[in-house]
C-alpha cells in the first residue's frame, strides 16, 4: 500500500513539472489538430468535391433578355404528356420570367378526335391546354432513336439531350416531369457561363458524387448536339442519356445545389441528411426541407411512381418510419411519413385537377378514398366505411 502511495506521489511530482506540464499541452493540442482533420475529412466525405454555382445577377436585373432562355420539357408517352402539363402548370401558378417549351413526337396529331363522340383525344386536349392555359410552345421533334436498341423506354430518354439542338436560345432549362416545382427556378439560368450545369447524384452511395439528368441547364450548341447524337449513336446498351453526359462533360459541368433545387421524395424515407443539407451538424426538419425545395423528384424505388397506385402492402412497409421525438417522454415524430404520403395524394389530386379524364391513376389496388389510420392505409372496405 505505502509502495503504490509512494509510486503515485512520484507521478505528481513529475507532472508538476514544467516539463511535464508542456507536454500535455501539446498532447492535448495534438489530439485537437487532429478531431479538427477527422472532421474535415467527414465534412469532404459528405459534400461534393466542386462547390457550388451561383447565379451571377440578380433576376431582377433590367438588362436580362429573358427571351433567350426556354423551360424545356419532352414527352413520349401520355403518362409523361400529363406529368409534364402538370409541371407547366405548378411553372403557371408560380410565374417565370422564362418562357416554356415542350418537345413531343412529331406524329402525335394535335387535332385527333375520339371517333365515338368526336371530342379531341386524351392527347390531343393535353397539348392544346399546353399551349392555351399555360403558354406552352409546342415543339414536335422526331424522336431520337439509337438504331440497335430494343428498349423503347431508353431509347426515348435520350430526347431530353435534343434541348442541345434548340440552337436559337441561349440557355434551357429541361427538367424531368416525375417531379414537381414548387418555387421560382428562373435564377439558374443566370448560373455562370458553361456547356452544362447539373446537380450531384448525392443520395446514391457508394457509387460516388456524380451529376443527375433530372435538372439540366443546357447551353444549346451545333457542335456540341453534334457531339451529343455521336456519343448516343455509338452508346453501349447500358449507357442513358445521364452516362452520355457525364462522360462528354466530366470536368465542365456545373453544380447546381441539391438543396434547394433537387430534393427526392426518398429524403424523407432516408436515416442521413448530410449529404442533402450538405452538413453533419445541420438538423433535419422535413417541413423547413420541404417548403425550401424548389424543385422534387419523385423517387423511391421500389415504390412505383406516383401516377401508379402502390399495392398497399407495398407502401407500408416502404413509407417513412416514424422517429423517436426531440419532444422525449416516448413520443414520435411522423412528420417525414406524413409528408412523404402527402407529397404522393397531392400528386394524384393535382393529376385529376390537371389531366383529367384519360389519365387516372393507374391500378385500382387502393382507391382513392382510402383511408389512413394508425399510419396505414386502409381500402375503405376494410373499415366498413
Ligand atoms: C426506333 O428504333 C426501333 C428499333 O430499331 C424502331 O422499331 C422504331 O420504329 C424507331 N422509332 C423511331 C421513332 O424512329
Ligand atoms: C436540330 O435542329 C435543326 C435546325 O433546327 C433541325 O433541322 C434538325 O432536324 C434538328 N435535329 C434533330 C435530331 O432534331
Given at each position: 500500500?505505502?509502495?503504490?502511495?509512494?509510486?503515485?506521489?512520484?507521478?505528481?511530482?513529475?507532472?508538476?513539472?514544467?516539463?511535464?506540464?508542456?507536454?500535455?499541452?501539446?498532447?492535448?493540442?495534438?489530439?485537437?489538430?487532429?478531431?479538427?482533420?477527422?472532421?474535415?475529412?467527414?465534412?469532404?466525405?459528405?459534400?461534393?468535391?466542386?462547390?457550388?454555382?451561383?447565379?451571377?445577377?440578380?433576376?431582377?436585373?433590367?438588362?436580362?433578355?429573358?427571351?433567350?432562355?426556354?423551360y424545356?420539357?419532352?414527352?413520349?408517352?401520355?403518362?409523361?404528356?400529363?406529368n409534364a402539363v402538370m409541371i407547366w402548370s405548378q411553372i403557371e401558378e408560380i410565374g417565370s420570367?422564362?418562357?416554356?417549351?415542350?418537345?413531343?413526337?412529331?406524329?402525335?396529331?394535335?387535332?385527333?378526335?375520339?371517333?365515338?363522340?368526336?371530342?379531341?383525344?386524351?392527347?390531343?386536349?393535353?397539348?392544346?391546354?399546353?399551349?392555351?392555359?399555360y403558354?406552352?410552345?409546342?415543339?414536335?421533334?422526331?424522336?431520337?432513336?439509337?438504331?440497335?436498341?430494343?428498349?423503347?423506354?431508353?431509347?426515348?430518354?435520350?430526347?431530353?439531350?435534343?434541348?442541345?439542338?434548340?440552337?436559337?436560345?441561349?440557355?434551357?432549362?429541361?427538367l424531368?416531369s416525375?417531379s414537381v416545382v414548387r418555387g421560382n427556378l428562373?435564377?439558374?439560368?443566370?448560373?455562370?457561363?458553361?456547356?452544362?450545369?447539373?446537380?450531384?447524384?448525392?443520395?446514391?452511395?457508394?457509387?460516388?458524387?456524380?451529376?443527375?439528368?433530372?435538372?439540366?441547364?443546357?447551353?444549346?450548341?451545333?457542335?456540341?448536339?453534334?457531339?451529343?447524337?455521336?456519343?448516343?449513336?455509338?452508346?453501349?446498351?447500358?449507357?442513358?442519356?445521364?452516362?452520355?453526359?457525364?462522360?462528354?462533360?466530366?470536368?465542365?459541368?456545373?453544380?447546381?445545389?441539391?438543396?434547394?433545387?433537387?430534393?427526392?421524395?426518398?429524403?424523407?424515407?432516408?436515416?442521413?441528411?448530410?449529404?442533402?443539407?450538405?452538413?453533419?451538424?445541420?438538423?433535419?426538419?422535413?417541413?423547413?426541407?420541404?417548403?425550401?425545395?424548389k424543385f422534387l423528384?419523385?423517387?423511391?424505388?421500389?415504390?412505383?411512381?406516383?401516377?401508379?397506385?402502390?399495392?398497399?402492402?407495398?407502401?407500408?412497409?416502404?413509407?417513412?418510419?416514424?422517429?423517436?421525438?426531440?419532444?422525449?417522454?416516448?413520443?414520435?415524430?411522423?412528420?417525414?411519413?406524413?409528408?412523404?404520403?402527402?407529397?404522393?395524394?397531392d400528386f394524384?389530386?393535382k393529376?385529376?385537377?390537371v389531366?383529367?379524364?384519360?389519365?387516372?391513376?393507374?391500378?385500382?389496388?387502393?382507391?382513392?378514398?382510402?383511408?389512413?389510420?394508425?399510419?396505414?392505409?386502409?381500402?375503405?372496405?376494410?373499415?366498413?366505411?
Open positions: 500500500m505505502a509502495g503504490v502511495r509512494s509510486y503515485s506521489r512520484r507521478i505528481r511530482r513529475a507532472l508538476s513539472t514544467p516539463a511535464a506540464q508542456l507536454t500535455i499541452v501539446l498532447l492535448f493540442i495534438l489530439l485537437g489538430i487532429r478531431i479538427v482533420l477527422r472532421n474535415n475529412w467527414d465534412a469532404e466525405e459528405i459534400a461534393p468535391p466542386i462547390a457550388a454555382a451561383r447565379p451571377t445577377k440578380k433576376v431582377e436585373d433590367p438588362n436580362i433578355d429573358w427571351s433567350r432562355f426556354k424545356v420539357q419532352y414527352v413520349t408517352t401520355p403518362e409523361y404528356l400529363c420570367r422564362a418562357n416554356r417549351i415542350m418537345m413531343y413526337p412529331s406524329n402525335w396529331n394535335q387535332d385527333a378526335v375520339n371517333p365515338v363522340d368526336l371530342q379531341p383525344t386524351p392527347i390531343a386536349r393535353m397539348l392544346e391546354e399546353a399551349a392555351s392555359k403558354f406552352v410552345q409546342l415543339y414536335p421533334v422526331e424522336v431520337l432513336n439509337r438504331s440497335q436498341s430494343s428498349e423503347a423506354t431508353w431509347a426515348d430518354s435520350y430526347t431530353k439531350l435534343l434541348a442541345f439542338n434548340l440552337t436559337e436560345f441561349d440557355r434551357v432549362l429541361t424531368d416525375d428562373d435564377e439558374l439560368f443566370l448560373l455562370p457561363p458553361a456547356p452544362i450545369a447539373m446537380p450531384y447524384v448525392w443520395w446514391g452511395q457508394p457509387a460516388g458524387w456524380r451529376y443527375s439528368s433530372q435538372l439540366m441547364l443546357i447551353t444549346p450548341s451545333a457542335v456540341e448536339f453534334a457531339r451529343i447524337e455521336s456519343a448516343i449513336t455509338s452508346a453501349k446498351d447500358d449507357e442513358y442519356d445521364m452516362d452520355i453526359v457525364n462522360k462528354l462533360y466530366k470536368d465542365q459541368i456545373l453544380h447546381i445545389p441539391q438543396n434547394p433545387y433537387d430534393l427526392l421524395s426518398g429524403e424523407f424515407r432516408r436515416a442521413t441528411h448530410a449529404q442533402y443539407l450538405g452538413s453533419t451538424s445541420a438538423a433535419w426538419d422535413p417541413e423547413k426541407a420541404l417548403s425550401e425545395a423528384h419523385f423517387s423511391d424505388w421500389p415504390v412505383p411512381k406516383p401516377w401508379i397506385r402502390a399495392p398497399q402492402d407495398l407502401l407500408n412497409k416502404y413509407m417513412p418510419r416514424c422517429r423517436k421525438s426531440m419532444a422525449g417522454f416516448g413520443a414520435s415524430d411522423c412528420r417525414d411519413r406524413e409528408i412523404w404520403l402527402r407529397l404522393y395524394l394524384a389530386l393529376r385529376k385537377e389531366c383529367g379524364k384519360g389519365f387516372e391513376l393507374q391500378s385500382k389496388e387502393l382507391p382513392p378514398n382510402s383511408i389512413m389510420a394508425d399510419g396505414k392505409w386502409f381500402h375503405p372496405d376494410q373499415i366498413g366505411t
